[in-house]
């Protein structure tokens, strides 16, 4: 049988022989103070009589320290914990010891005076205190050099990093080893007994701690600062997980069960999708552009075009902070720069600056990802998502054909499949302009990418659902009744990519995003993965109520994949090609001045009627249920 290291031994000991082992401790303590007191205090060698009492003493000593150390506590103290308190019930100990050695030096007939009691309680003191520092010291050598042990940075040393280190030290298998912090003046410091490295030195923290995970715990910090840590994380190989608000963190359930966000897995309900095999020839060493550069979709696609070694990406963005944030971390994710990082101010239906964009930086493949999505705002003001979202699109499709560009993928959305409002129809116009310039373009592939909602994106519900439960509820859904298709970003973009550098054009891909899920479970997987409980009338001491407001204007309680059942598959199972009906060429021109002629008139309601009757031609085939697309999918996969 293969022996256990003495590391291994140490780590695998349960509670109770950690206990004996203290109690032992105390009780040579006790010895060893009770020698060094009769050495200080006296000031002769005892006599062969004197020195055989003290002998007999000794035992006492120890029981009475052991017994002492059983009614108190002292024991049962972690090392891990060892501070302030634990000092104080030191002391006690030591003063209790102190109170009681005259009593037992009385018992065992030994005459001593009434110095020696106090300079014995003081020795004991400062051994035991010595003692548990000593052996922390050895603990947490030994845990650093342990692979049984995740060594743990926490970024962020103010009050939601202290409770966070405090909590993780309740953990057998997990050791906070050193606080981040960007703050200089926290540069040096210890820390709820940690070191504070600056944010700056994060490999260097981490190389010296052997440490593979970083959680970050500074609640107040922007969601953007925050994405920027995280890669810099994940390009290190460390896993790195983060904190809600410091208010969250109280209640009885563990600070380490309210790590967020929470896995997709646990809130899509499947494995999520292995890294798809982008074709790097469709993007390394040429110049790409991404519209809305800033949103999620945009960013996470610039992020993944990045990784391909582009020669140029341009990021063309109609928001100048979206710009920014973008455009700084793109730069820090630039491998020695390799890549020629182009921001560019401005929106897609401004026609002179589209054309000299995609003429100055020899565009080869556009990813068109520029859109106003948010179905009640949109609803709202028709006006605007039309010019940007149906307009824009077509002028900026007819620039990139004009300018010659190799690839024009369009990302579309599953609202524009039989839209019932304004939002959805925008999206469907423009998926038609896209189809109907892939008819009569002979250099340019136009395609299309068609998938559902995207988790964390900005203005979705699980953000939303998020900051409901920090807020302490209610987490508000529409109907108890709707579902949606979820997918990760980082799986829609990857599949994005992959469609896009096999697109020969014409096609509208449909993304496989599984089986539609019920907004009412993701709220309720949400709550609980926040480590809090749902308050209905099965539960009314629950923490978080879920409250139902009503469908939206131009909502829909099911969302579909497709119009048409012709679905067929592609190289890769994740990617599907639908064949649907679209405009002709003289259709197409007839519902843009159509709809620019609603828009010169002013009238929103005239504005989305226009968009949906041409959106709502054009449908062909059965509505069907929510789940008949995801089915006629797993059919063509097969």
């Not at 020669?311 to 994710?333: C, D, F, G, K, T």
């Amino acid at each position: 049988m293969r022996r256990m290291t003495p590391i291994k031994a140490i780590l695998s000991l349960t509670p109770a022989h950690k206990r004996l082992v203290f109690y032992a401790l105390d009780a040579v303590l006790a010895v060893l103070a009770l020698g060094a007191a009769v050495a200080v205090h006296s000031s002769s060698m005892p006599s062969a009589e004197s020195a055989f009492r003290y002998i007999g003493l000794l035992g006492m000593y120890g029981l009475a320290a052991v017994s002492w150390s059983g009614v108190l506590g002292v024991a049962r103290l972690r090392l891990k914990d060892f501070g302030g308190a634990a000092v104080g019930r030191i002391a006690v100990h030591a003063g209790l010891l102190a109170a009681t050695s005259p009593v037992l030096t009385a018992f065992g007939s030994v005459s001593v005076e009434p110095g020696l009691h106090v300079v014995f309680g003081l020795t004991f003191f400062a051994l035991s205190c010595l003692a548990r520092l000593g052996l922390l010291k050895l603990l947490i050598s030994i845990y650093r050099r342990s692979a049984a042990v995740t060594r743990v940075l926490i970024y962020g040393a103010g009050r939601t990093g202290m409770a966070l280190a405090s909590a993780l030290r309740e953990q057998p298998h997990l050791m906070p080893v050193a606080f981040l912090d960007d703050n200089a003046t926290l540069s040096g410091q210890i820390v709820a007994g940690l070191p504070v490295y600056p944010g700056i030195r994060l490999e260097q923290a981490a190389r010296e701690f052997k440490a593979t995970r970083v959680i970050l715990a500074m609640p107040s910090v922007g969601e953007h600062r925050q994405t920027l840590i995280a890669h810099r994380v994940q390009r290190l190989g460390m896993e790195v997980l983060s904190l809600p608000s410091f208010a969250q963190l109280i209640g009885d359930e563990s600070l380490v069960d309210r790590l967020m966000p929470t896995r997709p897995q646990f809130l899509l309900r499947r494995e999520l999708m292995a890294r798809a095999g982008i074709d790097g020839n469709a993007y390394r060493g040429g110049n790409v552009l991404v519209s809305g550069a800033g949103g999620t979709i945009g960013l996470e696609l610039c992020r993944q075009v990045l990784a391909q070694r582009p020669a140029r990406l341009v990021l063309l963005e109609i928001s100048e902070p979206a710009l920014y944030r973008a455009e700084r971390e793109l730069q820090m994710l630039n491998d020695h720069g390799r890549t020629q990082i182009v921001p560019v101010l401005g929106s897609i239906g401004d026609e002179e600056l589209v054309r000299d964009v995609l003429a100055r930086h020899r565009i080869g493949v556009v990813l068109h990802a520029a859109a106003y999505k948010h179905v009640p705002i949109v609803e709202a003001n028709p006006r605007a998502g039309l010019i940007n979202n149906t307009l824009g699109t077509a002028v900026f499709a007819n620039c990139a054909r004009e300018a010659g560009v190799e690839r024009f993928v369009l990302i579309s959305s599953d609202k524009a499949v039989r839209p019932t409002g304004v939002m959805g129809a925008s999206k469907r116009l423009a998926e038609l302009v896209v189809q109907d310039l892939a008819t009569r373009s002979t250099t340019t592939r136009f395609s299309i990418v068609r998938f559902g909602n995207v988790l964390g994106s900005s203005g979705s519900v699980l953000p939303l659902f998020q900051e409901q439960i920090a807020l302490g509820g209610p987490v508000t859904i529409t109907d108890p009744r709707v579902t949606r298709y979820f997918m990760t970003v980082r799986e829609a973009v990857q599949l994005v990519l992959v469609a896009g550098s096999i697109a020969k054009g014409g096609e509208v891909f449909v993304l496989d995003m599984g089986q539609p899920i019920p907004i009412i479970d993701l709220a309720r997987r949400l709550i609980e993965g926040a480590g809090l409980k749902v308050r209905d009338e099965d539960n009314p001491d629950g923490d978080i109520e879920i409250v139902v407001t009503g469908l939206r204007p131009g909502e829909k309680l099911h969302e579909e994949l497709t119009i048409s059942d012709k679905i067929e598959p592609t190289v890769h199972p994740k990617i599907m090609v639908v064949r649907e009906a679209c405009l002709s060429e003289l259709e197409t021109a007839a519902a843009l001045r159509d709809i620019r002629q609603a828009i010169s008139e002013g009238q929103p309601e005239h504005m989305a009627a226009r968009a949906l009757h041409w959106a709502r031609d054009r449908w062909t085939g059965s509505a069907g249920s929510a789940s008949q697309p995801a089915a006629e999918i797993e059919k063509a996969q097969n």
